[in-house]
Nanobody, 120 residues
Framework: QVQLVESGGGLVQAGGALRLSCVAS????????MGWYRQAPGKPRELAAT???????NYADSVKGRFTISRDNAKNTVYLQMNSLKPEDTAVYYC??????????????WGQGTQVTVSS
């Protein structure tokens, strides 16, 4: 079993910054892709950013230039630095991790979500 623990959400004014963290722990043989997705009220969940084990990143057009995803492979941790936040960034942010379990199965896991609210 794998647990994802997210932290760093909160309330911030437009133009401000927040840093999200997500730590994966449990029966993990190895972590592959890690990412952050978000879901605003009444909207489907959408990709914000992903990062491969080798450090290749991918961003949604709406966050390019403002958000930076990074990871610490030794700690099975992924970060999302969010700068120049806008009210439209308000959403629940979910961590997602693709990993190989201790029994060598390829699995994916989601965090419980952390609320980010940007006031205008």
């Amino acid at each position: 079993q794998v647990q994802l623990v997210e932290s760093g959400g909160g309330l911030v004014q437009a133009g401000g910054a927040l840093r999200l963290s997500c730590v994966a722990s449990g029966s993990i043989f190895g972590v592959n892709n890690m990412g952050w997705y978000r879901q605003a009220p009444g909207k489907p969940r959408e990709l914000a950013a992903t990062i491969t084990r080798g450090g290749t990143t991918n961003y949604a057009d709406s966050v390019k230039g403002r958000f930076t995803i990074s990871r610490d492979n030794a700690k099975n941790t992924v970060y999302l630095q969010m700068n120049s936040l806008k009210p439209e960034d308000t959403a629940v942010y979910y961590c997602n991790v693709d990993f190989r379990s201790s029994s060598l199965k390829l699995l994916t896991s989601w965090g419980q979500g952390t609320q980010v609210t940007v006031s205008s």
